[in-house]
């Protein structure tokens, strides 16, 4: 099965930042790979899907880029309502596996 | 809109059998796309558990070691999963959604709010 490695685990960062977020696949998955968002008691949240592909009604302060095994998630400017833990997903040979998860936190 | 919700105990006995259910309103699930369950443990990460097809294809995270069983009912417009043997390790929020496609891939669009099952005796 594909491994996704996610870092860093945790950041702190201030309002305004630009924050990026790593996953690695242990193999190629071309551009199936995607991004979310996920807040204490709530659902996750798609942002971005097939590796660049912003999801309708999510905010253009974040982006994705990369294909193959090394992804990234940018957050422009980060905004209050951003505080959260972010999780990639890798979509390969039909076996989904989530990134470790990183939060984001206030510093 | 599409929409999910799961149902099913709260509380589960070791060794015995998990069961939920997801009920989806807003579209007909024999329509089409694949439906899936997610789970997060207290303090860890999502953990992909299984995919359904419309068409009763099924998809299963090898780490559950078969313990899993996913089914579709397209009459009720639910799917549902089972977790067999279950022990301490199987506490978690569990998560219903469905699985967009965009050219040949696939990511979770559409989420259930979320359903606590503790394992416990």
């Known amino acids: 099965a594909i491994q996704v490695t996610q870092s860093p685990s945790s950041l702190s960062a201030s309002v305004g930042d630009r924050v990026t977020i790593t996953c690695r696949a242990s193999?190629?998955?071309?551009?199936?790979l995607g991004w979310y968002q996920h807040k204490p008691g709530k659902a996750p949240k798609l942002l971005i899907f097939?590796?660049?592909t912003l999801q309708t009604g999510v905010p253009s302060r974040f982006s994705g880029a990369g294909s193959a095994t090394d992804f990234t998630l940018t957050i422009s400017s980060l905004q209050p309502e951003d505080f959260a833990t972010y999780y990639c997903?890798?979509?390969?040979?039909?076996?989904?596996?989530f990134g470790q998860g990183t939060k984001v936190e206030i510093k | 809109q599409v929409q999910l919700q799961e149902s099913g105990p709260g509380l589960v006995k070791p060794s015995e059998t998990l069961s939920l259910s997801c009920a989806v309103s807003g579209y007909s699930i024999s329509s089409g796309y694949f439906w899936g369950w997610i789970r997060q443990s207290p303090g860890k990460g999502l953990e992909w558990i299984g995919n359904?097809?419309?068409?009763?294809?099924?998809y299963y995270n090898p780490s559950l070691k078969s313990r899993a069983t996913l089914s579709i009912d397209t009459s009720t417009n639910r799917f549902s999963l089972m977790v067999f043997s279950v022990t301490a390790a199987d506490t978690a929020v569990y998560y219903c959604a469905r699985l967009g496609d965009y050219n040949r891939w696939h990511f979770f669009d559409f989420w259930g709010q979320g359903t606590l099952v503790t394992v416990s005796s």
């Open positions: 359904i097809y419309y068409n009763g294809d099924t």
């Open positions: 097939a590796a660049s």
């Open positions: 997903l890798q979509d390969s040979n039909y076996q989904w596996t």
């Open positions: 193999q190629g998955v071309r551009n199936g």
